[in-house]
C-alpha cells in the first residue's frame, strides 16, 4: 500500500512555497530509499544481509537515527524494539495479512529480537548484529522521522505556516494557519469506517482528492471563503506524493477540522501524571474521540486497525509486543504529542504496546507529553478512553 504524504502550506510567495514544499517531499523520497525494508537496495536491507557476518558502515544520519531508536529502546524498557523484524515475519504481516504460527516459532522468532544484540560504533558509523537471523525494520519510527526532516527543510526555506502529514498517521504543525491561532486536528475512533485528512482552508480540495499513482501531484488551493480571503498577499499550495511504499505501518487516520473552532468549554489544560491514575472516559458513539490543538508541534496515533486476521475467536493485529512476542490485545489506539514526529511515532506505538498499564510510565519520559490511549472493555467490547492533556471528543459541543 502506497503511504501518501501531503504538505499544505500558507505565505506571501506561492512559486516559492511551491519549491520548498517539493524539496521536502524529495527528501521523503530520498530517505525511503535508504530506509525501507522493502527496496533491496536501501541502507536498511545491506544492514539485514551482512550485519551478522560483518560490520556495516552507514551515512551518519542513519547511524544518528539507530542511535536514537536504541534510546528510546532503553528509555521504554525494551517496549519500543526496530529489531521486530523476525517477528512481523514469523506474524505473516511482512507483507502479508497475517497468520497463525506456533508457540514454538514464536519462542524462536522472540530469542532474535532485541536492540541490546545490536552494537553500533561510533567509530567509523558502523553497525554489527550480534545475534544470527536479526532484523532492522524501522517502520514505527521512519515515518515520523520522515516528516520530522521535511518540516526541518520547510522552515530552513523560510516557510512559517505549514502542515504536512504521513500517511495521515503522523502530522507535523508549523505555526498556525492564518485564519486560526493553531491546527485543530481530529483523532478518529478505531471503529470508524472511514479514514480521511482535510485540511484548514482547502477542505474542499484534500477531500476530494484520489489516491494518485507513482507521481507528484501540485495544486494550487482554493481561497477561503473566511476570514483568510479577507487578508492581502496570503498564497496556499497543497503538495502531494504517494509514491512511497513499505516505509511504515498503516496508522489511524488524523483529520484535521476545519480551522476556526475555538477551544471547547471541557478542555483541560495540561497536568502532570499524578498518583491517582489517569482520567479515563467513555467516548461518544460518533466517529472522532479528541480534536487536538497543535502549533510546532507533532502527533503520532497507532492503531490495531488495518492489517489483522482471526482465529480461535480472537483477532490479531499487526502490532507485535516485543517482550512477549505476540500480537497487542486489548489497547486499540494511542495518540501522542511532542515536538519532535520521530518521538511521537515511536512512543505512540509503544504506548499502544503497553496499554493502561504503563501508560504513566511512557508519559514520564518527556515533559509535558500529551497521550490519548483507547482500549477494549472485555466484558462489554466498548471502548474506553485515558487521556493527559487531550480533551475527549465527548467534552466538545456537538
Known amino acids: 500500500m502506497a503511504t501518501r504524504f501531503e504538505i499544505l502550506l500558507y505565505g506571501e510567495d506561492e512559486v516559492r512555497l511551491r519549491a520548498a514544499g517539493e524539496e521536502a517531499l524529495d527528501e521523503v523520497e530520498r530517505l525511503e530509499a535508504h530506509l525501507s525494508l522493502y527496496r533491496p537496495a536501501s541502507e536498511i536491507s545491506r544492514i539485514n544481509t551482512l550485519a551478522f557476518r560483518e560490520p556495516v558502515r552507514v551515512e551518519p544520519s542513519l547511524f544518528r537515527l539507530l542511535q536514537r531508536a536504541q534510546r528510546l529502546h532503553g528509555e ?7 529489531t521486530i523484524a523476525p517477528l512481523v515475519r514469523c506474524w505473516g504481516f511482512m507483507g502479508g495479512t497475517g497468520k497463525m504460527p506456533d508457540a514454538e516459532q514464536v519462542a524462536a522468532a522472540r530469542a532474535r529480537v532485541g536492540m541490546e544484540w545490536v552494537e553500533l560504533r561510533v567509530e567509523g558509523f558502523t553497525v554489527r548484529f550480534l545475534k544470527e537471523g536479526m532484523m532492522i525494520d524501522l517502520g514505527a519510527i521512519g515515518k515520523g522521522y520522515a516528516v520530522e526532516q521535511a518540516a526541518e527543510i520547510l522552515r530552513e526555506a523560510g516557510v512559517a505556516s505549514a502542515l504536512i502529514h504521513g500517511g495521515t498517521s503522523t502530522v507535523h504543525a508549523i505555526g498556525a494557519p492564518p485564519d486560526a491561532q493553531v491546527w485543530k486536528v481530529a483523532v478518529q475512533s478505531p471503529d470508524a469506517v472511514s ?6 482552508s482547502a477542505s474542499d480540495t484534500l477531500a476530494r482528492s484520489q489516491e494518485l499513482g507513482p507521481q507528484r501531484e501540485s495544486q494550487s488551493v482554493p481561497p477561503h471563503p473566511g476570514p483568510l480571503s479577507q487578508g492581502e498577499g496570503v498564497s496556499s499550495c497543497a503538495v502531494r506524493r504517494t509514491e512511497l511504499v513499505g516505509m511504515v505501518d498503516v496508522r489511524a487516520a488524523l483529520p484535521t477540522l476545519p480551522a476556526g473552532e475555538g477551544r471547547g468549554e471541557g478542555e483541560q489544560p495540561l497536568e502532570p501524571p499524578s498518583g491517582k491514575g489517569l482520567p479515563s472516559h467513555r467516548p461518544p458513539s460518533g466517529s472522532i474521540l479528541a480534536v487536538v490543538d497543535l502549533k510546532d508541534e507533532a502527533m503520532s496515533v497507532s492503531a490495531l486497525h488495518g492489517r489483522s486476521f482471526s482465529a480461535g475467536g480472537k483477532t490479531y493485529g499487526h502490532v507485535i509486543d516485543p517482550k512477549s512476542g505476540y500480537p497487542v490485545q486489548h489497547a486499540q489506539l494511542a495518540a501522542v504529542v511532542l515536538p519532535s ?11 499502544l504496546t503497553v496499554g493502561p498499564v504503563g501508560h504513566k510510565q511512557i508519559l514520564n519520559l518527556r515533559p509535558r507529553m500529551r497521550t490519548l490511549l483507547a482500549c477494549r472493555v472485555e466484558a462489554t467490547d466498548e471502548l474506553s478512553i485515558e487521556v493527559n492533556g487531550i480533551s475527549p471528543r465527548s467534552q466538545f459541543s456537538p
Open 195 to 200: 479514514m480521511s485528512l482535510q485540511s484548514p
Open 76 to 82: 521504554t524498557g525494551g517496549t519500543f524494539d526496530i
Open 341 to 351: 514526529a520521530t518521538e511521537t511515532d515511536a512512543l505512540s506505538t509503544a504506548l
